[in-house]
């Protein structure tokens, strides 16, 4: 979509008819421009029903992201400075180039589209306008690369906190990165560091969140996906969510800075769907390790209780799966 679709859809963003004639004085362009923009919104899975004498409006409104709206919904002394974008290739990458710019630890990027959005593992993330949340956040540590290794599981424990307050309390994170909801996966997170061994370094915590339940979504991931608004029975305004997000955020990436993952173990063991469970990993070369999953260790590693005694595994290339046998 481009900026003039984007505008379109701003303007019918609260489910209301709008007529084209109306929205078109409102942006300042012809009709002909208004009716491209519509013809792009539907393209990008947004349904607009046309009524003759009424307009146009959204079958289902969508909240759009607002960074005053957010602003409003933190703190006055929050350390993040929010912007917005309609569309980046990835909000992990364009922080990434921007950390390299000498940007201050504390940015915040959400987007509506990504059209390069990544995953772990060489992943894509697959996201739609309105349906998901993604973002992505600059922190500068004192520390270097090799202290952060437990940061992607402390920033689950955030995100953990979020999405249970923002309505799915049944929400749970799976080791390494990802909060799963009902055996679907809910979110996920990337972080690409930037920085020495031994500091000072600059981390890009991204996060990807299924908000509305999108068929294309689901349709073009590997595995069962979840959405929250399906767990708390009522639409949820995205602007909100990252606020919540992004206050869950600073509050555990400030106890992770002074005391390093421990300080945050138990809440993450608590939270993990499998703790205490057989769990199967699957190695790159194709090959199960089976054991039970005892918790994570200071450097994020998984405590696996094998046959052959406990074994930390680190995220690497490994997917966990609940075990075939009982625990
Ligand atoms: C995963 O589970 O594979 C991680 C997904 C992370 C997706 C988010 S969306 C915002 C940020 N920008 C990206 O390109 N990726 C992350």
Excluded at 251 to 261: D, K, L, N
Excluded at 282 to 310: H, K, N, W, Y
Aim: net charge neutral; proline share 2%.
């Amino acid at each position: 979509m481009n900026t003039m679709a984007f505008q379109t859809l701003r303007a019918l963003s609260d489910g209301a008819f709008h007529s084209g004639e109306d929205i078109a004085g409102a942006l300042g362009v012809t009709r002909g421009a208004v009716w491209y923009g519509i013809r792009d919104i539907s393209a990008a899975g947004l349904a607009v029903e046309k009524v003759r004498g009424r307009g146009y409006r959204l079958q289902v409104p969508v909240s759009l992201l607002d960074a005053d709206v957010v602003r409003s919904d933190l703190p006055a002394n929050t350390a993040w400075r929010v912007e917005i974008c309609n569309r980046v290739d990835s909000t992990n990458a364009e922080l990434l180039r921007r950390a390299a710019q000498g940007a201050a630890s504390g940015l915040v990027l959400a987007a509506e589209m990504q059209t390069a959005g990544r995953g772990r593992r060489g992943r894509v993330w697959h996201s739609r306008i309105g349906s998901t949340l993604t973002f992505s956040v600059l922190w500068r540590f004192a520390q270097g690369t090799r202290e952060l290794a437990g940061l992607s599981l402390a920033v689950g424990v955030a995100l953990l906190r979020a999405v249970q307050a923002a309505g799915a309390p049944d929400a749970r994170l799976k080791w390494p990165n990802d909060a799963v909801l009902r055996g679907g996966k809910l979110a996920g997170i990337l972080i690409e560091m930037h920085g020495d061994l031994l500091g000072p370094s600059a981390a890009v915590i991204g996060i990807g969140i299924n908000v509305r339940r999108d068929p294309r979504i689901g349709a073009v991931v590997e595995q069962p996906v979840a959405d929250l608004e399906s767990a708390a029975g009522s639409c949820v305004d995205r602007n909100r969510l990252l606020a919540g997000l992004l206050q869950a955020l600073e509050e555990v990436i400030g106890i992770f800075s002074a005391q390093g993952f421990t300080a945050l173990r138990e809440e993450w063991q608590g939270g993990h769907v499998y703790q205490d469970c057989r769990v199967d990993l699957l190695r790159p070369d194709g090959s199960l390790l089976s054991g039970i999953a005892r918790g994570a260790g200071e450097d994020g590693a998984l405590q696996l209780e094998t046959a052959g005694g406990l074994v930390h595994v680190h995220s690497g290339e490994v997917s966990l799966r609940a075990g075939q046998a009982a625990a």
